[in-house]
């Protein structure tokens, strides 16, 4: 999995260079012009990097605490899991050395590296791999612990770690390419919540809460030392903050630059700004399980009453249109922007058909989304008759108004984790989504024997999904990313969900 | 004196006391808790209550109000519910970022406020005495996050002399790069606390030259300066400690916006990110430990004003 960070944005400049090249004598300046950058390999050395993130972790027990902004910094660099997810949506190797799946897809097999040590020296053993698992699979108050609802047994064979489970699963391995497989120390006294002790090429030097994570590259990795020594993660709670940090020259790379500020940093010739993809989706979600919203035209008519472009636009282009649950990226994903289309006309009509008139909606939003994406819904929804009453609240009054309490008309929330089809299955979830063929689908989409028959099964259920219009999909948002001339090797893609810097160097 | 001490002291105490209540009373209004925001968004009922279990939330409040006040008591501010730290180190570590902010603050803005306050007042009938105030006027109307960030792009961007964001990881131990990465956030607090206080000097000195004493002294053969300097000055300084008395209050709340904007990892920072949390243990600590500062300097006016008032230290007499 070396490299090939590095690698795509230069393909895409050499793409967008040879289509658009007259002569032959350009395409070879071109190619000429990347060669020396391809040539020229990273050189390890003993830098401090230091590197602008925007949400810090509440704590550092990635076993309990929900939370991407403890993927993001922790996992592949501090601890390891068995398997590791590649940028293109694939699971590698990694503790494991190699896997197997049985054919009846029930059996998993994991053959454990040898020599691997923790960051306090102590010795990886497939014991510590089954207790690790055993803790996901038997303990509720583990953040991954539903991902093996359908494990039976985790047991060591000699050096290898069998996982048997009830039913197949098709997500298995995604699931333990994340928290799920991480593997921890059993003999290890530290305190989860501050201290960390894993595998990975970097171990935790200091956590200075409200401030700053500090890594420390961890000479004694059993696979290639990292090319950097120390690596500072600076959080920035304030979004005009970062970019004055980029402008003063204080960070080498600032993640999750806000659209609208990315104008400022324009023209910086000490930096590049980098557009990169993410599994962000902003959803306009319904109460589906409430007046007005049980009347499918309703709901129907607000998704045609919003102008997807004119949202993407308003953030100044940072993102792309869906129309669906599932991003490009994600297994099962497809092109629905054709359901629901913008068509203020059409919505006007499905609302008189419902005998909808004078509409009044609470739109419920964690206050730190900002309000450009309300300020426009409420004209394009007003075009339309449907008064928009925006109610922002704090993300913790969200959680217990909206998502425990289903209390709400419409609400906003950027749903970031990649592969989180389930929700629309649960009809217990706070979108109040009830469909049996939507939950049967994905049931036989999870006990697939192969991952191509998976992702056909979430692709219908998808589409059933939009054509019932249970939200609206508003946009998933593309990453601005800036980094420092001369660093080369940090990730581009789904940077706000995994920051994998093994291969981060500097000239 | 010593009866005066003492009853202030006495409401102190009560101040605080009812404070205890009133903090730990309007932190359980708040909708949301920490074990919501621990399981996050893809989570169970059931998890939530498993870990409102483990934290021990499920507890009487009235139990829970009497655990707190009575380990704060004994000086233990209790732990973080999400990190387990104790709240007193917290406090400890990011004070070294707040109090040494707000000091500065303070006395850049008696610096700024004081002597042009005084001199608008002196010269309140010239263009020179008019120009000040009128600035002051401006920039006390300014919103401090402007004011903040016109100070970033121009010291810490333009001109790249002055750190624009942010606190050395060393903290103290890079005493220089401490220092300077305070200047910016201190100035952007001063200034407008600075304009308040100079408004407020200013018409306390303009009202202490229209004073019968000061006329006399001027009459006796002193000059107008002299007179305001020897006999009005004194009588300003009372109103000028009383308004500092609120203006700590003033800067509290000022580095709790700056703190942010400058990415300083103080206080007012953490204070904010643990309302988000509903980490309220430690919420509530620290806003006891804040709310006692306020009522402290707050007694301390009391006394000083006691002591260089002439009509109230006659009265200790008795």
């Known amino acids: 999995m070396k490299k090939h960070y590095t690698q795509q944005p230069r393909r895409r400049r050499i793409g967008i260079a040879i289509g658009s090249s007259v002569g032959i004598v350009a395409l070879v300046g071109t190619l000429a012009g990347c060669a020396p950058a391809v040539a020229e390999a990273p050189v390890a050395s003993d830098a401090s990097v230091a590197i602008g993130l925007r949400l810090e972790p509440t704590n550092l027990d990635i076993a309990h605490t929900s939370g991407i902004a403890l993927d993001q910094v922790l996992i592949d660099n501090v601890y390891e899991g068995l398997l590791t997810r590649t940028d293109d949506g694939n699971v590698d190797d990694l503790i494991a050395e190699s896997h197997t799946v049985s054919d009846d897809g029930l059996v998993y097999t994991f053959a454990i590296r040898d020599g691997i040590v923790f960051h306090d020296g102590s010795e990886l053993t497939v014991d510590d791999v089954v207790w690790s698992l055993s803790q996901v699979k038997d303990d509720e108050t583990f953040s991954a612990h539903p991902e093996f609802a359908s494990v039976e047994s985790i047991a060591a064979d000699g050096s290898n770690v069998v996982i048997t489970l009830t039913q197949p699963n098709s997500s298995l391995l995604w699931s333990i390419a994340g928290r799920a497989g991480i593997v921890f120390d059993e003999q290890a006294t530290n305190d989860l919540e501050t201290t960390s002790n894993g595998t990975g090429p970097f171990s935790l030097v200091e956590w200075k809460q409200g401030d700053s994570i500090t890594l420390e590259r961890n000479d004694d990795y059993w696979g290639d030392t990292a090319l950097v020594g120390e690596v500072v993660f600076q959080y920035f709670t304030d979004s005009s903050a970062e970019v004055n940090a980029v402008l003063a020259g204080d960070l080498d790379i600032a993640t999750g630059i806000d659209a609208n500020l990315v104008t400022q940093l324009e023209g910086n010739d000490d930096y590049d700004i980098v557009a990169g993809k993410t599994t962000d989706k902003f959803t306009l979600a319904f109460n589906n399980a409430k007046a007005p919203f049980t009347d499918i035209r309703v709901r129907q008519a607000i998704r045609q009453a919003i102008d997807n472009d004119a949202l993407i636009a308003a953030v100044n282009g940072a993102g792309y249109n869906i129309s669906g649950p599932i991003p490009d990226g994600d297994p099962g994903y497809e092109d629905l922007t054709a359901v629901d289309a913008y068509d203020p006309e059409a919505a006007k009509a499905l609302l008189a058909e419902a005998g909808v008139s004078d509409l009044k909606l609470d739109l419920t939003i964690a206050s730190f989304y900002g309000t450009t994406l309300t300020d426009v819904l409420t004209t394009q929804l007003a075009d339309v008759g449907i008064t928009l009453t925006v109610k922002p609240v704090e993300f913790a009054t969200w959680l217990e108004d909206v998502y425990t309490n289903h209390d709400y008309d419409l609400s906003i929330v950027d749903h970031a984790e990649s592969r989180d089809f389930q929700n629309w299955a649960n009809p217990d979830y706070y979108f109040g989504y009830d469909n049996a063929d939507v939950q049967a689908l994905f049931a036989e989409s999870q006990t697939a024997l192969t991952p191509e028959d998976a992702a056909a099964k979430l692709q219908e259920a998808a589409k059933l999904v939009a054509s019932d219009a249970p939200a609206e999909w508003l946009l998933v948002t593309k990453s601005n990313t800036a980094v420092a001339k001369g660093v080369t090797g940090f990730p581009a893609d789904f940077t706000s969900a995994r920051l994998n810097i093994t291969d981060l160097a500097v000239k | ?318």
């Open chain 2, 1 to 318: 004196m010593v009866r005066f001490v003492l009853t202030r002291l006495v409401l102190l105490v009560l101040g605080l006391g009812i404070a205890s209540i009133l903090i730990f009373l309007t932190l359980r209004v708040l909708p949301g808790d920490v074990a919501q925001v621990i399981a996050g968004t893809d989570s169970s009922p059931e998890r939530v209550a498993a870990i409102r279990d483990a934290l021990g939330l499920n507890q009487p409040l009235p139990i829970q109000y009497l655990d707190w006040i009575g380990s704060a008591l004994r000086l233990d501010l209790g732990n973080s519910l999400i990190t387990g730290t104790p709240v007193i180190d917290e406090l400890v570590e990011k004070s070294e970022v707040t109090i040494p902010l707000g000091l500065v603050s303070l006395v850049l803005g008696i610096l700024i406020g004081l002597p042009l306050g005084i001199f608008a007042a002196v010269r309140h009938a010239k263009a020179s005495g008019a120009i000040v105030s009128g600035i002051a006027q401006t920039v006390a109307a300014v919103p401090i996050v402007w004011a903040g960030l016109l100070l970033i792009l121009v010291f810490g961007i333009t001109l790249g002399i002055l750190p624009a964001q942010g606190f050395p990881r060393a903290g103290w131990d890079e005493p220089g790069r401490a220092f300077l990465s305070l200047v910016l956030p201190a100035l952007t607090i001063a200034g407008i606390e600075g304009a308040v206080l100079l408004r407020f000097v200013r018409s306390a000195v303009l009202e202490a030259i229209g004073q019968d004493y000061v006329r006399t002294a001027a009459a006796k053969g002193l000059t107008q300066n002299q007179a305001l300097l020897r006999h009005g000055l004194p009588n300003v300084a009372l109103s000028v400690i009383s308004v500092l008395g609120i203006q700590v209050a003033g800067v509290v709340v000022g580095t709790v916006v700056i703190e942010q904007l400058f990415n300083l990892p103080g206080v007012g920072r953490m204070l904010v990110t643990d309302v988000g949390n509903r980490d309220l243990p430690k919420i509530q600590s620290e806003l006891l430990v804040l709310t006692g500062l306020v009522l402290f300097v707050g007694f301390v006016v009391d006394l000083v004003h006691r002591l260089i008032d002439p009509r109230q230290r006659e009265q200790t007499h008795d």
